[in-house]
C-alpha cells in the first residue's frame, strides 16, 4: 500500500465547540447534519430545526440521491452533488464536517463522508461521538437556520471507491477484492428480516465476511482506536493490505468499513453502492446465500 498523508477523518467535539466559539463556521469550514431515521420512528428534518450545532446546515440523503434509481440511495451525479453541496456554501477549499443524531453515536454520517470522499473531496472529516455526545458533553446548540452564501464546486467522480453490480459479479470468479458486509449477523446469515423492505429478504452475496459496523463504536458511542479495529479486522481475517470493498444493506453502513479501515491507514477501501438491496434482485438464487427461506419452511 502506498503511503500517503490522510486527511483526519475525526474531529472531536471539544475540536468543533472551540471552532465554533471562535467563528470559523464559514466558507472554510461548514458543518453538515446528515441524519436520517426510518419513516415513522423520528423526523431528521424536524429535530434539526429544533437543535443542532450553531451554524451547521441539513445534509439531505434523500435529495442528495439519484432519484431515479430503483434501489434505495444510489450516488447522483456530478453535477448533482456539485450543485447540492454548493448551495450549502461548500468550495472545494472547504473542510467539511459531517454528524448525524442517531443513538448509536454515528450511522448515517460516514455516508456523507464518503460521498465527499466519492467525489473527489479530500478535506471531511466526521465528528466523532456524534450529535449525542455533543449534547451530552453541553456544547452550544441552537435552532436559528443558517443560509450560507452558495459556493461553487467542482465534483470528479473517483471511480477507485465505488463498486457496481458488473464488478461484484466478476470478483465472484476472478477474486481480485474482498468483500466484507457490515450489517448485524442476522441479517447477513438470513436469520432476521430486513426491515421496512417488502419483499427483500435477508442474506448474503457468496464470499462475503460479516463485520457488524456497530462493532468499531464505542458504548458511549466514539470511533473505537485504531488498534482495536485493526485486531477487529485480523479477527475475521480481513488483510488491509490487499483490496477490500464493503457493502450493506443499501451503501450506508458499509461506509463505516470505508471509515474504519482509513483510520487504520487505508483510504482506498471501495463501496458496493447498490449493495443487498440491488444484488438480490439483479443475482440469481445461487449467488444469495441464506436460512431465510429454510427457516421459514
Not at 446546515?57 to 448533482?80: G, Q, R, V, W
Not at 470522499?117 to 449525542?132: C, D, Q
Not at 449493495?275 to 429454510?294: D, G, T, V
Amino acid at each position: 500500500m502506498v503511503q500517503q498523508v490522510l486527511y483526519r477523518a475525526l474531529v472531536s467535539t471539544k475540536w468543533l465547540s472551540e471552532s465554533v466559539l471562535a467563528k470559523r463556521i464559514g466558507p472554510s469550514l461548514r458543518v453538515l447534519d446528515a441524519s436520517w431515521y426510518p419513516p415513522g420512528e423520528r423526523d431528521a428534518q424536524q429535530e434539526f430545526r429544533d437543535r443542532h450545532v450553531p451554524g451547521a446546515s441539513f445534509f439531505d440523503i434523500e435529495e442528495c440521491k439519484d432519484k431515479s434509481s430503483p434501489y434505495e440511495l444510489m450516488l447522483p451525479s456530478e453535477a448533482h452533488f456539485a450543485d447540492y453541496v454548493g448551495h450549502l456554501g461548500i468550495s472545494n477549499d472547504t473542510h467539511v464536517v459531517v454528524y448525524d443524531g442517531d443513538d448509536l453515536g454515528t450511522f448515517y454520517a460516514p455516508r456523507a463522508w464518503w460521498m465527499f470522499r466519492v467525489f473527489g473531496h479530500r478535506m471531511v472529516s466526521v465528528l466523532n461521538g456524534g450529535f449525542k455526545n455533543w449534547v451530552k458533553e453541553g456544547h452550544p446548540v441552537t435552532s436559528e437556520i443558517s443560509r450560507p452564501e452558495p459556493a461553487e464546486f467542482k465534483a470528479t467522480l473517483d471511480r477507485s471507491l465505488l463498486k457496481t453490480y458488473t464488478d461484484m459479479v466478476e470478483n465472484m470468479e476472478s477474486k481480485q477484492f474482498q468483500v466484507v458486509d457490515s450489517r448485524s449477523e442476522g441479517k447477513y446469515r438470513g436469520t432476521e428480516p430486513e426491515p421496512g423492505n417488502e419483499g427483500l429478504e435477508p442474506g448474503h452475496i457468496p464470499g462475503s465476511l460479516n463485520m457488524p459496523f456497530f462493532k468499531f463504536l464505542t458504548e458511549a458511542g466514539f470511533e473505537k482506536s485504531p488498534e482495536e479495529i485493526r485486531s477487529i479486522f485480523q479477527e475475521k481475517k480481513v488483510d488491509l493490505s490487499q483490496p477490500l470493498v464493503a457493502t450493506c444493506r443499501k451503501g450506508v453502513t458499509a461506509c463505516h468499513i470505508a471509515l474504519a479501515a482509513y483510520l487504520c491507514g487505508k483510504p482506498d477501501v471501495a463501496i458496493y453502492d447498490g449493495s443487498w438491496s440491488e444484488w438480490f434482485r439483479r443475482a440469481p438464487p445461487e449467488h444469495k446465500l441464506s436460512e431465510w427461506k429454510r427457516n421459514k419452511a
